[in-house]
């Protein structure tokens, strides 16, 4: 099956700066890769995603960047602001594995002011 | 957010006890997922339903039973849990198991004493 390993588990920043993580997975047949955004206390949801077809991803201050050789994506987050901070998922999409997301470890961003 | 629900939002229970959770998805989508949440680990698949039968059993413990008698609901059912069951229990929805964007619901947050 797929494993994905997601780092930093912690991230603090500067109110302004930027913010990158990066995951790793292990299948090269995974296709699709989402990253969610789970505020304390609230339900993780989708901030964007990548398909493997693609090289970069870009929605405003958030990027999504694949390296399907190397196996891994990272989320750029700049110019960050308070309301950034929350646990970010990266996870991953085997091929033939319908909608089954094998999420990586979740890294906190804290983003001061 | 009112497109998937779940009940209750919060349960303590005896690991004698049988419970079930409730989730319910107002988006006409037709798989359904419940996924575990524990601290300091990532989002575990625990089930997947597809037009309401079940594609997916990720080596769950028969304590949990999952039952989806339509698209828009799925329960899980618990029965002598025990105290490293205590989780976020999150349920989720997608259009299909084709569909990209899973919509999370806001969770049980389940205590085994």
């Known amino acids: 099956g797929e494993n994905v390993e997601q780092h930093p588990s912690t991230l603090s920043v500067q109110e302004g700066d930027s913010a990158v993580i990066k995951c790793t997975y292990s299948?090269?047949?995974?296709?699709?890769f989402p990253w969610y955004k789970q505020e304390l206390g609230k339900r993780p949801q989708l901030i964007i995603d990548?398909?493997?077809?693609?090289g970069e991803k870009k929605d405003q201050r958030i990027a999504v960047t694949l390296n399907k050789t190397a196996k891994h994506f990272s989320l750029h987050i700049t110019e960050t602001q308070p309301e950034d901070s929350a646990v970010y998922f990266c996870?991953?999409?085997?091929?033939?594995?319908?909608?089954?997301?094998?999420f990586g470890g979740g890294t906190r961003l804290m983003v001061k002011p | 957010e009112t497109g998937v629900t779940q009940t209750p939002r919060h349960l303590v229970m005896g690991m004698t006890n049988k419970k079930s959770l409730k989730c319910e998805q107002h988006?006409?989508?037709?798989?359904m997922y419940w996924y575990k949440q524990s601290a300091k680990k990532p989002l575990e698949l625990m089930f997947v339903?597809?037009?309401?039968?079940?594609?997916e059993n990720n080596s769950v413990p028969s304590r949990f039973s999952p039952e989806c008698p339509n698209s828009s609901h799925l329960f899980l059912h618990l029965h002598t849990l025990q105290p490293e069951d205590s989780a976020l229990y999150l349920c989720?929805?997608?259009?299909?198991?084709?569909?990209?964007?899973?919509?999370f619901g806001p969770g049980t947050r389940l205590t085994v004493t």
């Open positions: 989720a929805s997608s259009q299909g198991t084709g569909g990209d964007e899973q919509y």
């Open positions: 299948d090269s047949a995974s296709n699709y």
């Open positions: 990548i398909r493997s077809n693609v």
């Open positions: 996870a991953a999409r085997l091929n033939n594995a319908g909608n089954m997301l094998t």
């Open positions: 988006l006409g989508h037709n798989a």
């Open positions: 339903y597809n037009f309401k039968e079940q594609t």
